[in-house]
């Protein structure tokens, strides 16, 4: 089961890797608002109805704040620091910033008392995190002025994703991943839409051309509904570390796709940087005594 939950995570993340560059590509049309609008409003859409085949599993009334807070936490408030973070910065740079969840997620975990440190799992997390900063080095230095602002934003953003980690997975395991995913999705789109309308995010929208509609519709029904649910799914099944871990491979999604659409140059380090993050999820992944989440 807990590698079920890791092969989640891991396609959750390779997807999140097209996310960041769907979302650069929408910057220069879109405010952050409207763009994470579209995208959880059209997910939840999508992700609704399938949830609504087993009602009886929708969240119960005692978690109905905790799945409302954790839905504002990882779909109001990080996908705006995400978005607004991309406006400064470049996709590489800005996935390089993302890949601080697993280690957020351990220090979450530990603060929090969900779960222990393990000296495995950090020294996996350590080499992960090299990995990512081997494949990207090269194309750090290729930012805009004041990228260090979107860098900043963007661990704001990550640290919204480890505190989902560590506090989700008693919810999930009450309700299933798909009925939180939808109802917590649900709650950030509706406040992301209504700051947006109030801000004229409408008529943006109206302004955009077809291949803007075409990423509109990705990010809602690939990196809205699916990438969320795996995620989800993930965190019912393995440890928050585990989970949080598997974002080095965003970067690395990031990166291939910014270099073929974006033009934003990578080094010839992205093997050596794949293969490094690759071990550092083994490592990671490895069973060990006493190590698993306490909730």
Known sequence: MERTGLFAALLSSALGGTAVVATRYLAGALDPLTV???????????????AALNVSNWPSRKDWFGTAALGLLLFGLSPVLF?????????????LALSTVPLLTILAGAVLRVERATSRRSLGVAVAMAGVAVTLARSLTAAPPGAWRGDIIMVGAALCMALYNVWS???????????????????GAALLSTISLAAGGAAKLAGLDTTQWLAVAYLAGICGALIFFLWAF??????????????AVNPITAALLGTALLHEPVGLDLAIGLTT??????????????????A
């Open 36 to 50: 994470g609008a579209v995208r959880f409003a059209g997910g939840f859409l999508i992700l609704s109805p399938l």
């Open 83 to 95: 978005n607004l973070s991309l406006v400064y910065t470049t996709a590489a740079r800005g996935a």
């Open 169 to 187: 997975r008693p919810f999930i395991a009450r309700s299933g991943a798909l009925p939180f995913a939808a109802c917590g999705m649900g709650v």
């Open 234 to 247: 993930a965190l019912g099944r393995t440890s928050p570390t585990l989970v949080g871990i598997s974002v």
């Open 277 to 294: 993050v690759l071990v550092g999820i083994g490592i990671a992944g490895q069973r060990t005594s006493g190590g698993g989440p306490k």
